[in-house]
């Protein structure tokens, strides 16, 4: 007896064609993946340098803030605070600073987040997809 025949097809076309759209399929699925997740490395790249530059701040802040105590705590000793109110100022402005860095990073990362969100959403889709065309058969 012959291979059953579907449209004027033999089971092995079927076959390949079954193969090749699955093929095509995860390929897809795959490139689809890989874009979303060198969008998120792009944002990654763009917010850590403010991290970093925010990170550094902070701590030139903390050395900062160091020198002012020590030279408020020489000048409680002494009688001029130039030094001091020097020091003080200049910690608060690296610590603004610092915080706007850290603000603007923060919120790249977490507006973007790891997850790639496009490529699962198509598979949920995917996903319910199969579900109908199985029960449909």
């Known amino acids: ?23 095509d399929f995860a390929t897809t699925r795959y490139e689809m993946l890989m874009v979303e997740i060198k969008e998120k490395l792009r944002v990654w790249k ?13 701590f030139g802040a903390f050395m900062t803030i160091t020198f002012g105590l020590v030279a408020l705590i020489g000048t409680l000793i002494g009688t001029d605070y130039a030094y001091a109110w020097g020091a003080l100022a200049v910690s608060v402005l690296y610590l603004i600073v610092a915080g706007i860095f850290g603000y603007l990073g923060y919120r790249e990362i977490t ?4 997850k790639p969100t496009r490529t699962l959403e198509v598979l949920k889709q995917d996903q319910q997809w199969i579900k109908d065309e199985t029960r449909a058969a």
Do not use: W
């Not at 763009?46 to 902070?58: F, G, Q």
């Not at 507006?111 to 790891?114: I, L, R, T």
């Open 1 to 23: 007896m012959a291979n059953p025949i579907y449209n004027d097809k033999t089971l092995t076309q079927l076959l390949q064609e079954v193969k090749d759209e699955l093929r």
């Open 111 to 114: 507006a973007e987040g790891m």
């Open 46 to 58: 763009l917010s850590l340098p403010m991290l970093a530059v925010a990170a550094l701040l902070a």
